[in-house]
Structures are given as C-alpha cells and as structure tokens.
C-alpha cells in the first residue's frame, strides 16, 4: 500500500524501509479526530483503510469539506515539511487505519536524499491537480453532473451496469460535492433519467457510458432544457 502511494511511491526501497522504522501505525474509529486546525503540523499520512476528511469550520459555524481521502492516498505532506500548523481539521469518517510518518526524520533525510523533496513535489502536485478538477466541476457541471461523476469514479467501469455502495453518509457526499443535502437528494432525482436508482446507499446504474454521456453534456443544454 505504501509503495502505491503518491508520497513514497517513488522512493527505493532501502529508502523507504528506512523511513518507516520511524513511522507508527494508528487505528482510529469513526468520527474520532486525527488532527485540529493550529496544531503543529508533525507528521503527514498515509490511509491504508477507510476515509479520513479535511474540513474548516467558517465563521458562521457551518462545515466546509476541503477534501476526502481512502485507502493509498496521503495528505497533510505540505504543511508537515515547512515546520508550521496544520490549515484544517481531520476527521476518520469509518473507521481506518493510518500510517503516521515522523516529519523531522524525513526533513533529516532530505538532506541526503533529494528524492524525498521530489516525492513531496509530486504528492503536492496532485492534490493542486485534484482541487483544479473540483473548482472546473463547480464553474462547469450541474449538481446532477457532479454527483454522477462521483457515482463513475466508484464504479470503476466504462460500460454496463454496476452498483455501486456509497463509501460515507449523504451530507458529507453533499459537503465533497459543494452542495447543500437537499439539492443532493434532487440531484438523485434528476439522475434517474440518465439510468441511477438510488437506494439507502447504493446506487444502481443502468449503464455507465450513458451515465458518461450525461456527465459530459454541456451545462447549457441543461438551462435550454429547463426553458
């Protein structure tokens, strides 16, 4: 799992052996905090099961997802090897099990080993890949075009039929997607046109490359439509 990873994928194996002598392994159940906004930023991590969400809390005291992370993907790599706090919260939303890495042993090494920087440069590239996708889904896509596109992403198919069981609770699903659990649920209810039935948390599709199509339409042929 940790050869698979964005952060230490990259490195030898000696390399990275010797990175993990000074690593922990943590269990955490489910809604259990991982790490708080303003705390020093010590370790990045690794998620070897389960989900793990970023959030802020705005100042009107709502919940402002910044991101969802599974199984093979780190996070936390940025802000753990420039010594400052960590910019948001984390929170296990299932319970899972993360691989702890010590920050200052990898800074140590860095030293030495300048494809640890790169492996950061990396990870810290695809998460700026990632957000770039999630502000061209918000400017680009409708609700409805977001949440099919997350139902594709668990799929995993480029055709036929699937179910698919969706990994956390509807309002974080809402808070991932930029949107409010009620327009979640009507999107739901558009979907059922492109061929989504969704029930409790799995949601039956149809066919997946119809539900493709759908997702690739232009946004404006949804506003003429509604005309």
Known sequence: ??????????????????????????????????????????????????????????????????????????????????NVTYPVNAEAVTDCRLLRLDAPTMLDRMRTNPEIATAILSATYRHLHELVAQVEQLKAQTGAQRVAEFLLNLCGSESGACTVTMPYDKVLIAGRLGMKPESLSRAFTRLREAGVEVRSNHA????????????????????????
Do not use: C
Not at 30 to 57: C, D, M, N, S, Y
Not at 210 to 225: C, G, I, Q
């Open 204 to 227: 039956a599709i149809a066919d997946a490359a119809e539900l493709r199509a759908f997702v690739n339409r232009d946004r404006s042929e949804f506003w003429r439509k509604a005309e």
């Open 1 to 82: 799992m940790v050869r698979q990873s964005a952060l230490l994928g990259g490195l030898s194996e000696e390399l990275t052996a010797e990175l993990l002598q000074h690593s922990s392994i943590r269990n955490y159940d489910r809604g259990e905090t991982v790490f708080l906004q303003g705390e020093p930023a010590h370790r990045a991590f690794i998620v070897l099961e389960g989900w793990v969400k970023l959030f802020r809390i705005t100042h009107g005291g709502s919940e402002a997802v910044v991101a969802v992370f599974t199984r093979g993907q780190s996070f936390a790599e940025a802000v753990a090897f420039q």
